[in-house]
């Protein structure tokens, strides 16, 4: 305890969270929060990251969040420094990561009256985050209230719908100690138990029933950075009924395992005629909306009945294609799995997918292995060539949908993570910092025009000891677009203008300028090379023709057509 109580609330905050296992805190430097920024620095058990720049900061969080599995602090002053939290803690909603928002404001009697640095703070982040409250100004000794909101934000931000939550912090000056500390307060730390989702045993039966009543079934796995949690409940759940697995790497689940058909490439089968006679009786979804288009419309055109896991009630399902809806997490579906008879497993149909995988992968192989290194062999290379134990940070637009089409399961599992929350391009470097701060090495791949927009990320990064590997596939804008409607209708000058943007940034020079160490990779064989390495920050360039590129994702999904149609 101190003499000052506004520190002593701080030093009692500070030490439930660490108690409650909060473990880093990523500050970013101003004067309305010095007293939440000292009184970190000088907790035992917490790690203090410095970020300038709030939104990098905030995307820096979001991937130390989602790759520890554990809230992470943000810690800013007042002002427009907390409205740059907002695209993350955005990402963070969508993607149900848990992040403790701290940020410090001016005491109610400045505010409206044109003091400086001054903004409404108040509910800022609106509905993107799980609870929003602005506490007391500290005046008195009131350490255990503020000891049981550290309490609750950790709670909130790892309940049923983990997520962001915001708390106000209004500090009136003096912000420098006001007396000599001497310890955090001696307060026991509060029990909290993690929430739990099982199923009534009449619903698990009932459940089971229908699943063996229907033999031919899949299961889709969406994105969850939380993955791991299901994969013995999911493996299990599909050698009891031979369901062949359609996960996409992000969903932590496209893991090979025994007597579970685990299939790499339903991306390209989906396009094809095989997929109108592999139509299932029954699918079973869990994790985020599926990355994979042609998943979706295949979906949406037979309209299978779907059963959707659903543990935070979060109805993610912008196709209107679930008719039942389960609000239970792994340990529902391992009841559900412990009383279906095994007897149901139509071996014939997983034969099926399975024979038409391979086929896929042969088909891609004999073009990826006598081509140009272009994007799809890029995605490829990483899930087979990247160490174990390696974390891959997925950029969206193109990087994320080729490494669903193209990256195939691995004996060693690879920790595969993306903002595929709200999806957008921004702050793609930081957020891989934030992974590869957890202690993993972590390898980005992202496109150029991501990249230019984090470069501040990249310049954060330097002074940090971490291990990440970024790779850019400089194909001279927004690729993605060429795969879309518009690229048929637009006079290509406006088409260019309007959405590819090119920026013809010398990307070597911009990373050399900042001491970075920079390679330039244009063949399977030295990527492979620089994939099995790693130490350092580092960036890899690969520049890539988008016209090449369109046309061989083209001539492989045909090639897989043709190769499947006689199946």
Known sequence: MTTDPVY????????ELVAQGVEHFVISPG???????????????LRTWIRLDERSAAFFALGLAKSSNKPVALVCTSGTAAANYLPAITEAHWSETPMIVLTANRPPELRGWGAGQ?????????????????????????????????????QTSMGLRPGPVH???????????QGEPDGPPPIEP????????????????????SFENKPRGIVVAGPMHTGTRWRAAVQDFCKKTGYPLLAEPLSQLRVPAHDVAVINHHDHLLRST???????????RLGGAPTCKPLRLWLEQHRPPMTMFDPSNSWSDPSFTVTELVSAGPEGLQSISELINPSMFDPSWRRQWLEADATATAAIDLILDNETLLQPAVARELGRRLPKDHLLYVSNSMPVRDVDSFLEYRS????????RGASGIDGMISSAAGAAASGRPTTLLIGDLAFQHDLGGLVAAINDDLTLTIIVVENQGGGIFDYLPISKVVDASLFQQLFTTPQNLNISEVVKALGIEHRQVTDLQTLTVHLERHG?????TIPVDADLDLDQHQRISQAIQQSVASI
């Open 190 to 209: 509060l029990f909290l138990e993690p929430p739990k989702l099982s199923l009534d045993f009449h619903v698990a039966k009932r459940l089971a029933a």
């Open 536 to 540: 350092g920050l580092r960036v890899i």
């Open 167 to 177: 708390l106000d912090w209004p500090f009136r000056e003096p912000l420098e100690p």
């Open 31 to 45: 004067s309305r929060s010095t007293p939440l920024a000292l009184t970190l620095a000088n907790t035992p058990g």
């Open 8 to 15: 002593d609330a701080c030093a009692a905050f500070a030490t």
């Open 274 to 284: 095989w997929a109108d006679n592999a139509v299932p009786q029954i699918v079973v």
């Open 118 to 154: 001054t903004i409404d703070q108040t509910n800022i982040y609106g509905s993107s985050v799980r609870w929003f409250t602005e506490l007391p100004i500290a005046d008195q000794s009131s350490t255990i209230w503020f000891q049981r909101a550290a309490a609750r934000a950790v």
């Open 412 to 419: 060693d599992p690879l920790v595969v993570h993306g903002n």
